[in-house]
């Protein structure tokens, strides 16, 4: 599986921005998949999940970024988006798309991650 990041970029204050990852692979659907994002000097931390299960919410969203960014797919186009509002300078990082192929379990954080994507740049100055 490999995983194509795109739409990083520099943007002020309250701007938005869409990510996009395109995954490689015939099963894309039933992937779990998430964005996760890595600030200078710091650990990579989740930001958002969706999935393919059964039961429970098929989103997750960090408390940091629950109300402005949205995670969605399309499996026609084997891509996940993420769509960041309002952006704030804090929300500056590397953004990384991963990817969960063991069905119906969702990505918890960066051990679960079968694929990594490699990363696109996000710089939100105020």
């Known amino acids: 599986v490999q995983l194509v990041e795109s739409g990083g970029g520099s943007v002020q204050a309250g701007d938005s921005l869409r990510l996009s990852c395109v995954a490689s692979?015939?099963?894309?659907?039933?992937?779990?998949m998430g964005w996760f994002r890595q600030a200078p000097g710091k650990e990579r931390d989740l930001v958002a999940t969706i999935s393919f299960t059964r039961s429970g919410p098929p989103t997750y969203y960090a408390d940091s970024v629950k109300g402005r960014f949205t995670i969605s797919r399309d499996n026609a186009k084997n891509t996940v988006y993420l769509q960041m509002n309002s952006l704030k300078p804090e929300d500056t990082a590397i953004y990384y798309c991963?990817?969960?192929?063991?069905?119906?379990?969702?990505?918890?954080?960066?051990?679960?991650?079968?694929?990594w994507g490699q990363g696109t740049q996000v710089t939100v100055s105020s």
């Open positions: 692979g015939r099963t894309f659907s039933s992937y779990s």
């Open positions: 991963a990817a969960r192929t063991a069905i119906s379990v969702r990505i918890t954080g960066p051990t679960d991650v079968d694929y």
